[in-house]
């Protein structure tokens, strides 16, 4: 195989102006085949010292490493020759064809000894906690229709979780850390155990499905089951069938107009079971008049059912009161935001007297938290979603048809509404006790057991 070798400066065309005194790479320019490489002899010598003409450097020279022209001149003469041995191998193990330069080069240099190891490949590192926290929440959100407020509560606990420690790693995450994080939420973020059972419910279904799909391999959302004092304890709020009324029917001073259509917004979801979400985009298109029982048909904000809720005369009639009312959207109500809305709520209601003492409590931790409030303090929109149930209840309604009123999809959402008619039935069966007696203590003839009675 043909090849040339040439020895020279390896001068950059913007260094062509260069003083004597700058030092510039040698180079071995190596031509075969049509082929062309230019391989760095590892030595520098100033411009001045070359020998262009021999292609060596000048004898007596030296460089700025203190390399003497001996030293250089047979380092170039040894790479020739390794140039020379390379081509003629090469040609030989493969029958007269001739190297790529990618070839030589890697031939080259490993003759050189300048082949550098190949780094052995690592494993690419396992996605950290809250990288699959992200992954978790983004792939959870699209498959389950996350609504904003949902998104808002996984923020709040990756929040919590970066809080509590910064760094922590979802491959060791065991039932210490979990308790660890309990502990924070408790003791640090000032939690109630009510919130702080959610967070831990919510944090147990992350590393599910991440135990799921590979990324978590331990054990702490199955081996960790702590238990909440006070969570049974929360206070149902609600209105009253006579609060309720007293309420529909108050009349506010002038000067506050809010109020009343406040008030009328919070009694439609008292009469209809409806959330804020779902009055607060309620439509006249929604709503059949015409029908033999009038109904509205609604596609719940929060879970997406299809709910048709029949009409009594106290809904009919708000949505008669702003039947010739336009909102924008053609919107059956005076909603406003939420926030606003709670808080002319609060307002709203102790103008109005509804001021029963509410007991509250609370624990945070193992300590138990009591404070009694008036009940306009803590109505909230919601209360109206409770206060339909209850007295649905109370009416002798079927759960089962309550429930088909209000998108409830199990009896357990149920419990605490019906506990509190169990505890109302108890007090209504008294009157039995004092049915048919009376003023006097005296039991009338016709009444069954008299004989019994007035022993």
Avoid at 116 to 132: H, L, R, S, T
Avoid at 338 to 344: A, G, L, P, R, T
Wanted: net charge positive.
């Amino acid at each position: 195989m043909k090849f040339s070798i040439k020895i020279g400066l390896h001068v950059k065309p913007n260094n062509a102006g260069q003083e004597v005194a700058d030092e510039v790479g040698i180079r071995l320019r190596v031509s075969w085949a049509g082929r062309r490489c230019d391989l760095r002899s590892g030595y520098v010598i100033a411009p001045g010292k070359w020998d262009a003409a021999n292609s060596c450097v000048r004898l007596g020279a030296k460089n700025s490493y203190r390399q003497t022209a001996g030293e250089i001149n047979r380092a170039l003469t040894r790479q020739a020759s390794t140039v020379e041995e390379v081509l003629t191998r090469f040609e030989l193990d493969h029958a007269g064809a001739a190297p790529t330069v990618a070839e030589f080069k890697a031939l080259f240099d490993e003759a050189e000894g300048r082949a550098k190891a190949k780094p052995a490949e690592e494993a690419p590192a396992a996605p950290g906690f809250f990288q699959v926290f992200d992954k978790f929440t983004a792939e959870m959100g699209i498959t389950n229709n996350w609504t904003p407020a949902t998104f808002t509560k996984f923020k709040a606990i990756r929040k919590h979780v970066e809080g509590w420690r910064a760094g922590v790693s979802l491959a060791d995450f065991d039932k210490a850390d979990f308790a660890s994080w309990v502990s924070y939420l408790q003791n640090t973020a000032k939690l109630l155990n009510t919130t702080v059972a959610k967070n831990v419910a919510f944090l147990r279904w992350f590393l599910r499905w991440a135990a799921a799909n590979g990324y978590y391999s331990g054990q702490a959302h199955e081996s960790y089951r702590p238990r909440f004092k006070g969570l049974d304890c929360k206070e149902v709020i609600f209105l009253s069938w006579e609060e309720l009324q007293h309420f529909l029917t108050f009349e506010f001073e002038p000067g506050c107009p809010s109020f009343g259509q406040v008030r009328d917004v919070f009694c439609f979801c008292c009469f209809t079971g409806l959330r804020y979400s779902d009055a607060a985009k309620l439509r006249r298109s929604d709503i059949h008049l015409d029908a033999k029982a009038p109904y509205m048909s609604i596609v719940t904000k929060k879970t997406t059912d299809r709910l048709r809720i029949e009409l009594n005369k106290y809904a009919l009639a708000i949505l008669e009161k702003y039947a010739g009312v336009g909102f924008p959207g053609d919107k059956a109500l005076p909603v406003i935001s939420n926030q606003k809305m709670n808080e002319h709520l609060h307002d709203a209601a102790e103008a109005a007297g509804i001021d029963e003492p509410v007991n509250i409590v609370a624990y945070a931790g193992n300590m138990r938290q009591e404070r009694v409030v008036p009940k306009y303090e803590v109505l909230t929109t919601h209360a109206g979603r409770r206060t339909f149930v209850v007295n649905a209840l109370r009416l002798g309604i079927p759960p089962a048809v309550v429930m088909s009123w209000t998108g409830h999809s199990d009896f357990k959402a149920m419990k605490p509404y019906i506990k509190i008619v169990d505890e109302s039935k108890v007090e209504n069966m008294e009157r039995f006790n004092s049915f048919g007696v009376a003023p006097s203590g005296e039991v009338p003839e016709n009444v069954p057991g008299k004989a019994e009675n007035n022993k």
